[in-house]
């Protein structure tokens, strides 16, 4: 369907917005507040996690959920398939709402619905994922309450923007290596850029885990901060 003319300008404040992030993480909370703009809902967040494991990353306006690890909790316990299921659905390019798989009707009478959703006053999600590592995702999840589900508009408004939330993500991950940096310290502090922890770092460099402390130790001397988010952050400044 074709946007009206306002529903672009939305989008481009979406787009703006997620450009403008100055704070050393992918997105900050002014991405959500144009996102609420476009699309008002309930409660937001965008969050970035690997599989079964808490978030290491993310963003909430207007929390009504318990903890991830309370919610994959609750879903695990119905028993039941949750529509939207990021493991299934991380690597989607598309938005999704739950009636793009069950009528609303049907899934009301769901034990998902009845442990995840009810009891937050939650009725309608729409889900949009940005591309990520095997085995993580990286996801927005809009939530509304009783009134109506999304519309095709707020799907394709969605659809318009996600091409560039993920080259923004993608080029934040992209951590420059700061001439004082060695070799080998620009390839851990991309890894850290893209959320890698310690371990899974020195998996994928083929070291310790305490060879990476000592190397994020002194490009933290070197860079003059005390963080791994505070040497992702100098690293951009110093490229910029």
């Not at 009206?4 to 959500?32: C, H, K, M, W, Y």
């Not at 929390?63 to 659905?89: C, F, K, N, S």
């Not at 305490?210 to 952050?233: D, N, P, Q």
Request: with cysteine.
């Amino acid at each position: 369907m074709a946007l009206a003319e306002r529903d672009v300008r939305l989008a481009l404040g979406i787009v703006e917005a997620a450009a403008a992030t100055q704070n050393g993480s992918p997105f900050g909370v002014e991405l959500l507040d144009a996102m609420l703009e476009a699309i008002p809902v309930l409660t937001l967040d965008y969050m970035e996690r690997r599989f079964g494991e808490a978030p290491a990353f993310s963003l909430v306006r207007y929390e009504v959920w318990p903890a991830q690890e309370e919610v994959d909790e609750l879903i695990a316990r119905t028993g039941a398939a949750y529509p939207l299921d990021t493991t299934h659905h991380a690597t989607s390019t598309e938005p999704l709402r739950i009636s793009d798989f069950v009528s609303i009707g049907a899934f009301r009478k769901s034990a998902t619905y009845a442990v995840l959703m009810r009891p937050f006053g939650v009725e309608y999600e729409l889900k949009l994922w940005l591309p990520a590592p095997p085995g993580h995702s990286r996801a927005f999840c809009f939530a509304r309450g009783p009134g109506k589900d999304f519309s095709d508009r707020d799907v394709e408004l969605l659809r318009l923007v996600r091409p560039y939330l993920a080259r923004l993500r993608a080029r934040w991950e992209r951590a420059p290596r700061p001439a004082q940096l060695t070799e080998r310290e620009g390839d851990v502090l991309e890894l850290v850029a893209q959320g890698m922890t310690n371990r899974e770092v020195a998996r994928q460099l083929f070291i310790s885990p305490a060879t990476v402390r000592t190397h994020l130790e002194h490009i933290y001397k070197k860079l003059g901060v005390c963080s791994r988010a505070g040497a992702v952050s100098a690293a951009f400044r110093a490229a910029a």
